[in-house]
């Protein structure tokens, strides 16, 4: 049987002109968003709650959000969130990626990222990592969950930067650039929209910032990641969070 949704009818109507046009909204369209009826299994957590959480331990460890954003599903039970930190690092913006479901869909998790200064380009160290099981029971503490979790991707900053250092070292011949293009759409090394394959190339070998007019590996991320703003937010951002892990493997 599948459990019923409640929405509010105060705030449908209010949201529903961002979210079901594959935009990206804020954190005050997060609160009153629906949820399923509890179960004796399972406990639906609202994304505004876990957001709430991830702030204050952030705060806690003296971290600010500077700016943050959220893409949800058609019916907003699945929600991908990128919040960028006031901490910069080898020439970026942190940041961190969260995802939360209350279809079951997929657990609640988070990751390490960064944004690119100069073009606002959104990148991120790995997949997300889960930090709990898909579901949710009555006896589950959110906010002890998410301070060990924030603990976690704290320590995971200082590795991320040594990884981008390594990026802008890395010269790339054309030939290997564009393997790696052909890897990644043709082979089918990350699951991305073929048509993006031209956009990644005009990136990389026509760049539109001078910062990233040298063949190298950071220059080929940044079109990779430039590229994927082309896609709804639903889709890009958890794209986003695989690419390291594809270019990690050309390293």
């Known amino acids: 049987m599948t459990a019923e949704v409640h929405v509010p009818e105060v705030v449908r109507p ?3 002109r961002a979210w079901e046009q594959d935009r990206l909204v804020g954190r005050q369209d997060l609160i009153g968003l629906p949820i399923p009826e509890a179960t004796r299994t399972h406990v639906p957590i609202p994304h505004a709650a876990i957001v709430e959480s991830i702030i204050q331990s952030l705060a806690f460890r003296n971290i600010e959000v500077e700016r943050d954003e959220y893409a949800l599903s058609k019916d907003a039970m699945r929600m991908f969130g990128v919040m960028t930190l006031d901490m910069q690092q080898s020439g970026v913006k942190l940041a961190m990626g969260l995802r939360n479901s209350n279809d079951k ?10 944004r690119v200064i100069v ?3 959104l990148m991120f160290s790995g997949d997300f990592t889960a930090v709990v099981a898909k579901k949710h029971t009555k006896n589950f503490e959110l906010g002890d969950t998410v301070a060990v979790a924030v603990e976690k991707m704290q320590r995971g900053f200082e590795p991320m930067g040594r990884r981008i250092d390594a990026w802008k070292g890395h010269s790339l011949p054309d030939s290997t650039a564009k393997n790696i293009i052909y890897a990644a759409f043709i082979e089918d ?3 991305i929209p073929k048509h993006l394959a031209k956009v990644v190339h005009r990136h990389y070998f026509d ?3 001078p910062e990233f007019e040298e063949r190298t ?3 080929l991320q940044n079109a990779f990641t430039s590229s994927l703003k082309e896609l709804e937010p639903m889709k890009a951002i958890p794209l986003t969070a695989k690419l390291a892990g594809f270019l990690e493997k050309w390293n």
Do not use: D, Q
Not at 105 to 114: D, K, M
């Open 119 to 121: 073009c606002s380009n």
């Open 207 to 209: 760049p539109s910032y």
């Open 189 to 191: 090394g990350l699951p």
């Open 105 to 114: 869909s997929f657990s609640l998790a988070i990751t390490v990222g960064f």
């Open 14 to 16: 209010h949201v529903i």
């Open 217 to 219: 590996m950071w220059s």
